[in-house]
């Protein structure tokens, strides 16, 4: 995966004057040890300075995690720790880098330690948590943020993708093209909660974008493109004719992406694709859509802003490809029987099926073929419909998700985990049967309540942890999930049946 940030995670051990340094530097040793034996080497760094209480220190060692390259750091309280210099590390991190802070704190090793050696750092990391409130400093702490070496090394391990993703919108930039197609006011949505959390925002015309596609005409690098689309494909290349237009729009992209990337390090696009689109480039786009978003570098449909904008976080998350799909439509009662009742736990209110027409990389996929969008060509001649990415989506967890600005510019998100069903869809696009459980309530309380559009972004796998984390961090102010039946939403009728 390109376009995707690498983390190195720096690790401060601190220590309180009244405590011996010793435990600090152990533990700390301790920790990385039991993190490089169950992870591997490169994604932390021991810094070799141990604050006692000292503001001085505190420098000296946020100079070390900065000269060796690291871009996230976690404060670990070896023993109980120097409130003010630990916190002061976290604040002047976060002024200087505008990157991630985590805090954790060591546990008791065993019944030999409490005599002389008793850290207490459980009782120091209620006084970071104040004293980082004070400061005003967002920090990373774990759900129980106290452990042993190697529970220590997990929580630093959980850490990684969500500084992933927090590194990645710190230096990210949405580019762009057209304004949203008519009744397509839901991905519409205020641009200036993107700026709060960081987020460069380029808008193009759809005119310039196919001014460049033109001068990128006879490009010399197109029959390696398409050589690549032909092996990607296989015997799914069903429209060959196609695939020079697409290999030029492609290339259009990807310089722009460099032309234009100015003073961030990564992209993301949000990109039309009708209703102009079609009669004018004389393809539709989601074959390219797909190829880029594979490899790291999210392509929205419908000029859809915040779904390429969570289209981008959750290929942090996760490093690998997403997709966003229409929440789209109802699972018919005849396949519900025959594939679903009585082989899986879910209710019919539980299933539903996401589709998009053709934007999800062809390894997502079963059977991908290249075909033409069949909604467009209802009113378009076929041959200008031609470039959609057609499958079932292969079977496996996914987390739906979606971070949004709401119509008055509140920064709301969801997330919800559940899985792509091993059932034939019947259908057409890049479209699966998803089951999550409790769907339909949280299609109703959730979804509806608070006005979310209908693309969703999903991501292979269960990562609604660290989703929940990032949005978290970021600070959005409603994170909503589905709650099991015996939870009722804040809005659901308790009478309900």
């Known amino acids: 995966m390109i ?16 405590f011996p340094e010793s435990l600090s530097v152990n533990r700390r040793a301790a920790l990385v040890a039991a993190y490089e034996k169950k992870y591997g080497k490169g994604a932390v760094y021991e810094c070799p300075v141990c604050i006692v209480e000292s503001e001085v220190q505190a420098m000296q060692a946020l100079e070390d995690v900065k000269n060796a390259g690291c871009n996230a750091l976690v404060v670990y309280l070896g023993n109980f720790g120097p409130e003010i210099s630990e916190t002061l590390l976290a604040q002047k991190w976060a002024e200087q880098t505008g990157n991630p802070v985590m805090f954790i704190a060591a546990a008791e090793e065993n019944t030999a330690v409490l005599a002389n050696d008793r850290g207490d750092a459980y009782c120091g990391m209620l006084n970071a948590s104040y004293n980082l409130k004070l400061r005003g400093v967002k920090a990373y702490i774990p759900e129980y943020p106290v452990g042993n070496a190697e529970e220590c090394a997990d929580m630093v391990h959980e850490f990684i993708p969500v500084a992933r993703a927090l590194v990645g919108l710190k230096h990210l930039k949405v580019i762009s093209f057209g304004p949203r197609p008519q009744n397509f006011l839901a991905c519409n949505a205020p641009i200036k909660q993107l700026y709060n959390i960081g987020v460069e925002i380029e808008e193009n015309s759809e005119l310039d974008l196919y001014e460049s596609y033109l001068k990128h005409n006879g490009d010399k690098r197109i029959p390696e493109v398409v050589a690549d689309m032909q092996k990607e494909l296989g015997a799914g290349n069903k429209k060959p004719e196609i695939l020079g237009k697409l290999a030029q729009y492609e290339l259009t992209l990807l310089d722009w992406v460099e032309a234009h990337k100015g003073s961030k390090k990564y992209v993301a696009i949000a990109g039309k694709c009708w209703p102009a689109f079609q009669t004018m480039f004389g393809f539709v786009p989601c074959y390219v859509n797909s190829r880029l978003t594979g490899r790291g570098i999210p392509v929205s449909c419908e000029v859809d802003i915040y779904g390429a904008l969570s289209e981008y976080i959750g290929a942090c998350v996760s490093d690998d490809a997403v997709t966003l799909l229409d929440i789209n439509n109802t699972v018919p009662k005849d396949i519900f029987d025959a594939d679903i009742c009585g082989k899986y736990p879910y209710k019919p209110t539980d299933v539903f099926m996401g589709f998009h027409c053709g934007n999800t990389c062809s390894q997502k996929l079963y059977h991908p073929q290249m075909r033409n969008q069949k909604i467009m060509a209802r009113s378009l001649p076929e041959e200008v419909t031609n ?7 292969k079977p496996g967890e996914i987390t739906f998700y979606r971070l949004q600005s709401t119509a008055d510019n509140h920064l709301y998100a969801y997330v919800a985990q559940g899985e792509v069903l091993p059932v034939a869809t019947h259908s057409f696009g890049s479209i699966g049967i998803f089951a999550i459980n409790e769907m339909g309530r949280f299609y109703r309380h959730v979804l509806i309540e608070n006005g979310f559009p209908h693309h969703g972004a999903v991501a292979f796998g269960h990562f609604g942890k660290a989703l929940f984390d990032v949005f978290r961090y970021i600070g959005a102010e409603k994170i909503g999930y589905n709650k099991p039946a015996n939870d009722k939403y804040p809005t659901e009728n308790p009478f309900e049946l």
């Open 3 to 18: 376009n995707i940030p690498k983390i190195k995670a720096g690790i401060v051990a601190v220590s309180r004057d009244c």
């Open 387 to 393: 470039g959609t990415l057609e499958g079932d989506i």
